[in-house]
T-cell receptor, first 112, second 112 residues
Framework: EPEVTQTPSHQVTQMGQEVILRCVPISNHLYFYWYRQILGQKVEFLVSFYNNEISEKSEIFDDQFSVERPDGSNFTLKIRSTKLEDSAMYFC??????????FGSGTQLSVL | GENVEQHPSTLSVQEGDSAVIKCTYSDSASNYFPWYKQELGKRPQLIIDIRSNVGEKKDQRIAVTLNKTAKHFSLHITETQPEDSAVYFCAASMVGARQLTFGSGTQLTVLP
């Protein structure tokens, strides 16, 4: 299975602070995604990225969130002014073969 | 948008028995149906997938069936082993949508 690496593995922040989550995708990926999973719940789609542009985003992905590709290869997910309900596991994911989605190792975000 | 329902939420079986997890989807345009296994604290991992032009697919002890008319698909695990214990998620995606909609998950426990 292709390796998709995320950092940090755990992030603790105070409510109202900004956090940046990072992901190193598969080098020849097709689509790139951010998903989140609140503890004990299902995986929820946030945003997808194709050809250096956002291709789709969910209702969850509001102005509090942004995605960037700062160095042309890695991706970041920025969450501004974090809220308690932002606490979740955040996964980046890539498609390698068409439609086969592979998840990163995840970042557990805890907002206190 | 797409809605995926998954049942049961928990399932306990004796080692060696079979396990069946069922999902229904709402949008007849969906054409790709993967299943993911998620062990505690880890990333979801793709275990098998099926496209709408196929009614059944098998990979060793795992099989998936798809009924397009009824809009449901099922995961079958035979000869279950303790290491099969995990949360299993079904998902669906629509043509052109690219992003997966996940079911709520099934906690499978295989009792030795």
């Amino acid at each position: 299975e292709p390796e998709v690496t995320q950092t940090p593995s755990h992030q603790v922040t105070q409510m109202g602070q900004e956090v940046i989550l990072r992901c190193v995708p598969i080098s020849n990926h097709l689509y790139f995604y951010w998903y989140r999973q609140i503890l004990g719940q299902k995986v929820e789609f946030l945003v997808s990225f194709y050809n250096n542009e956002i291709s789709e985003k969910s209702e969850i992905f509001d102005d509090q969130f942004s995605v960037e590709r700062p160095d042309g290869s890695n991706f970041t997910l920025k969450i501004r002014s974090t809220k308690l309900e932002d606490s979740a596991m955040y996964f980046c994911a890539c498609t390698w073969e068409v439609e086969k989605l592979f998840f990163g190792s995840g970042t557990q975000l805890s907002v206190l | 948008g797409e809605n995926v329902e998954q049942h049961p939420s928990t399932l306990s079986v004796q080692e060696g028995d079979s396990a069946v997890i069922k999902c229904t989807y709402s949008d007849s345009a969906s054409n790709y149906f993967p299943w993911y296994k998620q062990e505690l604290g880890k990333r979801p991992q793709l275990i098998i997938d099926i496209r709408s032009n196929v009614g059944e697919k098998k990979d060793q002890r795992i099989a998936v069936t798809l009924n397009k008319t009824a809009k449901h698909f099922s995961l079958h695990i035979t000869e279950t082993q303790p290491e099969d214990s995990a949360v299993y998620f079904c998902a669906a995606s629509m043509v052109g949508a690219r992003q997966l909609t996940f079911g709520s998950g099934t906690q499978l426990t295989v009792l030795p």
